[in-house]
């Protein structure tokens, strides 16, 4: 259990109630609050190093430039993402990238007809903002969260203080992209990463927006 004297934590953190068992360590709670989900990443995590610009950062610079990629993220898609980035000890004394978010209770299947539709126009809408979220990093060579692209990174439901069903990033982990293809790969890209979602490209859910990009950027590859 986590907790040394110097953690940035007034209570010790323990194995979130929610978390699966693979994933206890990693996704904790304080004290006995489970409304926040505290995710523990350490600086060995080669995914996070790899994912870097700069492979030597500290954790200061990549909890700095974490934050402001999610917040970025959220004023500019609207995508919701709550996440707070803390540098704080682990319970060797040991540097380590806590990321703080509220727990999101998911609607599961408790929805009525009305409530699917709307939950379905969201997920649409969704997928909208981030192909135009990543279209526009692609065009304009900008760092991204790249770890963003599969369904089951994403939960429609509130949290604790909420009163509505929405669609929110529930997986934050501070992995940022260096984009490298240039716009002129953006579509292929955008198109292979969206894919993970159910139905993209099956029911070409982006249909008409990205016949609407690839209209103003004929130099782009079609999808």
């Known amino acids: 259990m986590e907790g040394p004297s110097n953690q940035p934590f007034r209570e010790r953190l323990q194995k979130h109630r929610i978390a699966p068992v693979e994933r206890a360590e990693k996704l904790q709670q304080i004290g006995e609050d489970a409304r926040n989900v505290v995710r523990i990443i350490r600086p060995e995590n080669r995914e996070m190093r ?18 402001h990629a999610f917040r970025e993220l959220e004023e500019t898609t609207g995508i919701r993402a709550p996440v707070n980035f803390i540098v704080g000890s682990d319970s060797q004394g040991r540097e380590v990238l806590y990321g703080v978010s509220p727990r999101v209770i998911s609607a599961g299947f408790n929805l009525n007809d009305e409530e699917k539709s709307e939950q379905r126009r969201e997920y649409v809408a969704l997928l909208n903002k981030l192909f135009t979220y990543l279209a526009t990093k692609h065009e304009h060579f900008s760092p991204y969260p790249y770890d963003i692209y599969g369904d089951w990174q994403y939960v429609y439901g509130k949290t604790e203080e909420g009163s509505k069903n929405q669609w929110y990033l529930v997986d934050v982990d ?13 579509i292929e890209v955008i198109a292979r990463h ?4 159910k139905d993209v490209l099956e029911s070409r859910i982006l249909k008409e927006q990205v016949e609407q990009y690839l209209a103003t950027h004929p130099e782009h590859t079609t999808w």
């Open 174 to 186: 501070p992995y940022i992209s260096e984009v490298k293809t240039g716009p002129r790969k953006s």
């Open 50 to 67: 790899t994912s870097l610009i700069d492979k030597e950062a500290s954790l200061p610079e990549i909890a700095a430039k974490a934050q």
């Open 194 to 197: 969206l894919s993970k979602f």
